[in-house]
């Protein structure tokens, strides 16, 4: 079945540095991508997505570029804050419509 | 904005008891849906309902039931409570148009089962 696999965190940096969160998936045919984001004692909101090969989604400073080849969708951004630390969850949605989520990965950025 | 709202934030119950997980959204929604989030898992459906009385299984339905009576209500039923289901539980809505493919979450219930 679908499927969707990312980087096992956490991911501490510090102020400023360049954030890469990998995400990769499985799936038949070509699914809609998301990455949400969950502050601490939050529910999940989306932060960005994108619905067909070579799209970049983009919010927040955060980017991710949906690679048809390499069925990736990772999730970056040149200079975090302190106020970006939080659970990442990337996520495909299904031929049902359904989500399916990824382990999620925790951001911790150092002042 | 999208308000999803959940009953409790924390709740403790013993082994055995019938717990109810309500979940109110304003939007209007068709979609609902109940997930339950652990650690290195991520978030797993458990059940999800299209529209008023209707429900259909996710993919750990074991040990749960839904209701919906009313289109802004989803209820999370677990008949008798185990230890294993201990968790953080998410519920959400979206929109049944097509046109969004957003899920609108609420803040979580952290379950204890003791």
């Known amino acids: 079945g679908d499927s969707v696999t990312q980087m096992e965190g956490p991911v501490t940096l510090s102020e400023e540095a360049f954030l890469t969160i990998n995400c990769t998936y499985t799936a038949t045919g070509y699914p809609s991508l998301f990455w949400y984001v969950q502050y601490p004692g939050e529910g999940l909101q989306l932060l960005l997505k994108a619905t067909k090969a070579d799209d970049k989604g983009s919010n927040k400073g955060f980017e991710a570029t949906y690679r048809k080849e390499t069925t990736s969708f990772h999730l970056e951004k040149g200079s975090v804050q302190v106020s970006d630390s939080a659970v990442y969850f990337c996520?495909?949605?299904?031929?049902?419509?359904?989500?399916?989520f990824g382990s999620g990965t925790r951001l911790l950025v150092r002042p | 904005d999208v308000k999803v709202t959940q009953s409790s934030r924390y709740l403790v119950k013993r082994t055995g008891e019938k717990v109810f997980l309500e979940c109110v959204q304003d939007?209007?929604?068709?979609?609902m849906f109940w997930y339950r989030q652990d650690p290195g898992l991520g978030l797993r459906l458990i059940y999800f309902?299209?529209?008023?009385?209707?429900?259909e299984k996710g993919d750990i339905p074991e040990g749960y039931s839904v209701s919906r009576e009313k289109k802004e209500r989803f209820s999370l039923i677990l008949e008798s409570a185990s230890t294993n289901q201990t968790s953080m539980y998410l519920c959400?809505?979206?929109?049944?148009?097509?046109?969004?493919?957003?899920?609108?979450f609420g803040p979580g219930t952290r379950l204890t089962v003791t």
């Open positions: 959400a809505s979206r929109s049944g148009d097509g046109r969004s493919y957003e899920q609108y």
């Open positions: 939007m209007d929604h068709e979609n």
């Open positions: 309902s299209y529209d008023v009385k209707m429900k």
């Open positions: 996520a495909l949605m299904d031929s049902s419509y359904k989500l399916i």
